[in-house]
């Protein structure tokens, strides 16, 4: 049981104090030391970004000692139709995704990350299944992209776990024109990963997301591990993106709850909560570009934005001490 890195402020102290929150409440962490990939650096051989190298080793110097880590990957960008951004904001050219230029470049990535890390997960893309929404097409060359990669790391590190997550609300409801055939598509995938990476979120009621735990309980056989869930415990109000959610301190409780108990009845790997307190105090540093979309999931804390238990905070301890 564990938290993202994710810090409720912006402020040195306020990371600090997530640290040592996640320290003290968990038994397992993810870091996600990539929100952009040095392309060119990699493609090029030539000298690595600053802001790379020193985020890197700002997650090496802030490394909990004695819990397990997982490295969360992101390959894609973030609205996972293509390559993640370099540092310039550009996306290296390819004829297909598959491209060995960008095969050998990944692997460099991940290998540097993981040489510095030493996790004992590795989700190597994050929320991979949502590409084939977007193109199928490029999803096939993603396929084959990874398949790659994988084969180099293990070979490097045979003892790491690795897998790629996929959205589980995508894959229970899916918008596409064969639900059925997608659905079925993501979970044999799944079923060939060293362990099946769940990115989860947005269900409101009991019934919507047993149902959705139903469906992975029942036809994943390989272990279960929750990467990426939280559920919002205020309501959510967001009128440029038409966005109007009614959800509570109980409601968010009401997850956790079953959230936990599917997980010891089922035996999952380890569940992550992405961010363990309302970030209002980061979310006022935000350009004023994405600051609605930055509300969708800054209330969902265990803890409010003072720092007061809420609820699914009492759950989360019964179980962790246990």
Not at 284 to 291: G, S
Request: proline content about 4%; some cysteine; charged content about 30%.
């Amino acid at each position: 049981m564990g938290f993202t890195t994710w810090s409720f402020g912006p402020n040195p102290e306020d990371k600090t104090e997530t640290y040592n929150f996640i320290a003290n409440n968990s038994d397992i962490y993810i870091e996600h030391p990539d929100d952009k990939i040095p392309w060119q650096a990699w493609i090029n051989n030539t000298e690595l970004p600053v802001e790379f190298t020193d985020m890197i080793n700002g997650t090496v110097s802030d490394k909990i000692s004695n819990i397990d880590l997982c490295v969360s990957l992101g390959l894609l960008n973030m609205d996972r139709s293509d390559l993640a951004e370099d540092f310039d904001g550009t996306i290296p050219q390819y004829n297909s995704m598959d491209d060995k230029k960008i095969e050998d470049a990944y692997f460099k990535h991940v290998d540097y990350i993981l040489g510095k890390l030493n996790p004992k997960y590795l989700v190597i893309c994050i929320e991979a299944n949502e590409l084939k929404l977007h193109s199928k097409v490029k999803w096939e060359q993603y396929k084959n992209l990874i398949k790659n990669v994988k084969l180099r790391v293990k070979e490097k590190y045979p003892d790491l776990k690795i897998s790629e997550s996929i959205t589980l609300h995508n894959i229970y409801n899916p918008e596409t024109e064969n639900p059925e055939a997608y659905t079925n598509e993501m979970i044999n995938y799944m079923n060939n990963m060293d362990f099946a990476s769940i990115s989860f979120k947005g269900m409101q009621t009991k019934n919507d997301f047993q149902k959705a735990f139903d469906l992975i309980n029942s036809r994943i056989n390989v272990p279960i591990a929750f990467v990426e869930t939280c559920h919002l415990a205020e309501n959510l109000n967001i009128k440029s993106l038409d966005l109007h959610i009614k959800s509570s301190e109980k409601k968010q409780n009401k997850y956790m709850e079953t959230l936990l108990t599917n997980a010891q009845e089922h035996n999952y790997e380890f569940i992550i909560w992405w961010s363990y307190r309302d970030f209002d105090a980061l979310w006022e540093t935000f350009p004023e570009e994405v600051k609605d979309l930055g509300k969708i999931w800054r209330n969902t804390g265990i803890l409010d934005k003072n720092g007061k238990k809420r609820a699914s905070k009492y759950t989360w301890d019964i179980v962790f001490k246990k």
